[in-house]
């Protein structure tokens, strides 16, 4: 069992921004992969980000440029900065954590938070 809890989620008008936090151990995150996902109803759950103990990131093409991963310096908390919110945004995101190797390897992570919803409007 992996304690994951997430919080921020909510409602924002199309070009906003939202930050989402994901509490964490200092033993889970300096020790697993973590990242975020997100499931649009209709569709199939899908990494967004992910981050290894290095601090090296990776992102989904869909999100490049505008969301930004990121953990504080006690590393007990992992952070979703997401900037220009679109529609398709629309989800419920996961945080979620990964005990391989393969941290930018979505199929990896077996480990999920209970998910915050995030409503773009347009």
């Known amino acids: 069992q992996v304690p994951l809890e997430e919080s921020g989620g909510g409602s924002v008008q199309s070009g906003g921004s939202l930050r989402l936090a994901c509490a964490a151990s200092f033993y889970i995150t300096r020790r697993y992969c973590m990242g975020w996902f997100r499931q649009a109803p209709g569709k199939e759950r899908e990494g967004v980000a992910g981050?290894?103990?290095?601090?090296?990131?990776s992102y989904a093409d869909s999100v490049k440029g505008r969301f930004t991963i990121s953990q504080d310096n006690a590393k007990t908390t992992l952070y979703l900065q997401m900037n220009s919110l679109k529609f398709e945004d629309t989800a419920i995101y996961y945080c979620?954590?990964?005990?391989?190797?393969?941290?930018?390897?979505?199929?990896?992570?077996?480990?999920w938070g209970q998910g915050t919803q995030v409503t773009v409007s347009s």
């Open positions: 981050i290894d103990s290095d601090g090296t990131t």
């Open positions: 979620a954590a990964s005990g391989g190797q393969r941290c930018f390897i979505w199929d990896e992570y077996n480990y």
